[in-house]
């Protein structure tokens, strides 16, 4: 019998996730995974940009957005949700609409696969995570970047999934009720979707704003994925740059290419205080 087969699946939905999706698989690369890595993108990314993940030995599968209804794509529009459910805590850049992140349920279609998981292009694989194959679905960790008290609400940056067409019917019918709201969309969708989701430790999905917000819990041995939340590290204006520059520093090493450090004997932020 041969064996089941895997994926690291991501989303690109403009050129600047198609950045974001180069240093991902080339940190992914880095952990000498036998998995697929598996790029879904929509028309909104130019091909020139993608030709990087080529080189990486990315399989890039071109989705479309979800067939929605035109009331729930009014709802869920950048001007209305943002409207409804402001950012307050961060900034979500420019390029982000909120629509795309619905495309990431397309991953329940890609049934060749045995166990998927899924990571936010905006983050980065420190450390060898194919154990997480073996985890069940829906696993994911919560969306920890404040305080404790956000343990109860999970992440949709990472997590594990098992293709399924029947699943992603079943979350269409869901997912386009009258009148429906998703705060966060795919994120509160998923957690509502799987209320009995399993919980990942905090190191396979680490925010990037525990570095200044909460210094204690961070710990650079332990961080497997660190997921680059509200301001990305590639943007030119980025409010929180010196707060975050190690972060930042490390991020464009991973997509220029450059001599990396080893992760585990950076500095953590409550030791260089």
């Not at 895997?6 to 000498?32: C, E, F, I, P, Q």
């Not at 696969?113 to 995570?129: E, G, T």
């Not at 929180?240 to 953590?268: C, E, Q, V």
Request: aromatic share 12%.
């Amino acid at each position: 019998m041969s064996e089941p087969r895997h994926a690291y699946v991501t989303l690109v939905t403009n050129d600047d996730y198609a950045m974001g999706a180069k240093a991902l698989a080339a940190s992914l690369r880095r952990t000498a995974t036998p998995a697929d890595i598996v790029i879904l993108h929509t028309a909104g990314a130019d091909q020139a940009n993608l030709g990087p993940l080529l080189q990486l030995d990315c399989r890039l599968v071109p989705v479309e957005h979800l067939p929605l209804s035109a009331a729930f794509n009014e709802r869920h529009a950048r001007s209305n949700l943002h409207t409804a459910a402001p950012f307050t805590k961060g900034r979500k850049p420019a390029f982000h609409s909120p629509l795309d992140n619905f495309c990431k349920l397309r991953l329940w279609q890609l049934t060749e696969y045995a166990s998927c998981v899924f990571i936010d292009a905006d983050a980065l694989v420190l450390r060898n995570i194919d154990k997480l194959f073996r985890y069940p679905e829906f696993s994911a960790a919560p969306n920890v970047y404040e305080s404790l008290a956000d343990f109860h609400r999970l992440n949709s940056g990472v997590f594990v999934a098992q293709p399924s067409e029947e699943t992603f019917q079943r979350m269409l019918e869901r997912l386009d009720q009258p009148g429906v709201f998703w705060k966060r969309t795919d994120q509160t969708f998923l957690q509502e979707f799987f209320p009995d989701w399993h919980g990942l430790p905090v190191y396979f999905n680490m925010l990037q704003y525990v570095w200044f917000t909460m210094p204690r819990l961070w710990d650079w041995q332990s961080i497997s994925v660190l997921h680059y939340q509200y301001e990305k590290p590639w943007e030119t204006n980025h409010p929180k740059a010196d707060k975050l520059r190690p972060l930042i520093d490390l991020w464009h090493a991973f997509y220029a290419g450059d001599d990396l450090p080893d992760p585990s004997t950076m500095t953590n932020p409550d030791e260089a205080a």
